[in-house]
């Protein structure tokens, strides 16, 4: 069964501590990193003790605990520091990042807390709220010398590999004719003051087959679906000091935003004009008028007018599961999306995607030094961690869940989308037997902002390929500034 985000109304509390959470993660991640640090490390001709509780680790004897992470760092931000603060002074801009020299790594669980030290612990670039068993032995300062980590490892793939056929391979070339792609673009920000409001329009046009020569309209006819991964209007914009802070505020408002609904009409408008062509799935993000705290609910479908009238049109929360199916005789889901006609003898695949918004990556990217971290890096780790959000709730708002953690993975996705990044990126992360060979991979995407880069990715279903495809305009940059030319024409759509 898919992994459910939503939030109905029977959960919807805030009155429990945010405690329970990672308890919860503990113990129901404990098992399968336990699992993988036996098999790790019982060969081991020291034959390091298991020790249940972090505080009852033996002075100058190798064992191995399990535990979460708890990142101590003075640059991250501190509720209490903020509330004692003298509040006529301006608060600091938000940091670009927490990381300093003077961090330190703890492991905690139901029992206490003790500090990690040693060199593998800054290679293994951890964040606060990751499962780990640690191997070492306290040294007689009372902390906990590590010589080795042990995550969860990635989890099982949920759908079941089609053997036998050479439609499987990843990255290789095969027939356009039996190719499906999912197209994924985020960060529309429609009303911006820079948005790219002629790329957004070739963007449409080219999903509908309207737009490009042939080549492009035959690609165009092989993708079965749209994601749009967050970030589709921009943020409401506030007047500046002047002649309108004079008049009267209501509830003691510092400034009055300036609502206007022609953003929306202009979505709902593009929205209408992609769903009558394919299945389009919206996710809110971080910019969006949706709640703040992960996991984001759906959009309400009346917000999208008459494109809420598709069956093919879906709402769907942040982050959030889907199963797409590739068939070359059929259409993924009753009634929708477009068909190929062409014939062959690969079998049906169903993919399993994730899906994210992008405000995990990018608060877990303020914990760790880059270089050698990366934004698909720090993806990759997610997996490896089994957890899509591990900082959640310490420096990412997340709903108080009391008796579980809806960001665990009990599966690994073929495809994991993270949108809302500051580029392009993507990565094959594989899983390894008893054997030591690589399997299965899942194939991590990062997918940048569109009013920045003018960027559409798709994703081959069926051989897990990337390509790009850039949407620009003569003169002008996907961020409305100027951009050199491009050569004779005056628009361009490059494929890559």
Not at 83 to 103: L, M, Q, T
Request: proline share 7%; glycine share 8%; net charge negative.
């Amino acid at each position: 069964m898919t992994p459910s985000f939503l939030i109905d109304l029977k959960n919807k509390s805030y009155k429990h501590q945010y405690a329970n959470i990672y308890f919860t993660r503990l113990t129901m991640l404990r098992n399968a990193v336990e699992k993988r640090a036996k098999a790790r490390w019982d060969g081991l001709q020291s034959e390091p003790l298991h020790v249940a509780r972090v505080l009852d680790v033996v002075k100058s004897q190798l064992c191995w605990v399990i535990g979460t992470v708890y990142m101590d760092m003075p640059l991250k931000p501190n509720v209490l520091e903020d509330i004692g603060r003298d509040h006529s002074i301006p608060a600091p801009p938000p940091r670009e990042k927490f990381y300093c020299d003077e961090d330190s790594v703890m492991l905690e669980d139901e029992s206490g807390r003790i500090k990690l030290v040693g060199n593998r612990v800054g290679e293994e670039r951890l964040v606060t709220g990751v499962i780990v068993a640690a191997l070492g032995m306290e040294t007689p300062t009372g902390d906990f010398e590590v010589v080795d980590i042990c995550t969860a490892g990635l989890a099982t793939f949920s759908e079941q590999e089609i053997l036998g056929s050479d439609a499987m391979d990843v990255d290789v070339d095969s027939s356009s004719t039996q190719d499906e792609y999912v197209a994924v673009v985020s960060g529309l920000s429609i009303g911006s003051p820079l948005s790219a409001d002629a790329q957004i329009q070739m963007l449409v046009e080219y999903l509908t087959g309207e737009a490009g020569g042939p080549e492009d309209q035959q690609l165009a006819s092989q993708i079965t679906r749209l994601i749009i991964a967050g970030n589709s209007l921009s943020l409401a914009e506030y007047s500046e000091e002047g002649e309108d802070e004079k008049k009267p505020r209501k509830f003691g408002a510092s400034a009055q935003a300036i609502f206007s609904p022609h953003p929306n009409l202009a979505l709902s408008a593009h929205l209408h004009d992609l769903t009558s062509a394919l299945p389009v799935h919206i996710l809110p993000g971080e910019d969006d008028p949706s709640g703040t705290i992960l996991p984001q609910q759906p959009f309400p479908r009346a917000m999208f007018g008459k494109a809420a009238t598709f069956e093919s049109f879906h709402c769907e929360s942040n982050p959030a599961w889907l199963r797409v199916r590739c068939d070359e005789n059929e259409s993924s889901i009753p009634n929708e999306g477009r068909t190929s006609s062409s014939q062959s003898n690969h079998p049906p695949v169903t993919r399993s995607l994730l899906v994210t918004s992008g405000q995990p990556v990018l608060d877990m990217y303020k914990y760790l030094p880059t270089p050698p971290s990366s934004l698909v890096s720090i993806a990759a780790s997610t997996l490896r961690w089994r957890h899509v959000a591990p900082t959640a709730p310490d420096t990412l708002w997340c709903h108080p869940y009391r008796d579980r953690d809806p960001f665990i993975l009990w599966e690994t996705p073929d495809i994991y989308l993270v949108g809302g990044m500051p580029q392009f990126g993507t990565e094959l992360v594989g899983s390894e037997d008893g054997s030591g060979r690589t399997g299965r991979c899942c194939r991590i995407v990062l997918v940048p902002s569109f009013s920045q880069t003018g960027v559409l990715v798709l994703v081959n279903l069926r051989t897990l390929e990337v390509q790009r495809v850039d949407f620009g305009v003569e003169g002008l940059s996907a961020g409305g500034g100027e951009q050199h030319p491009l050569g004779d024409g005056g628009d361009a759509m490059t494929e890559g």
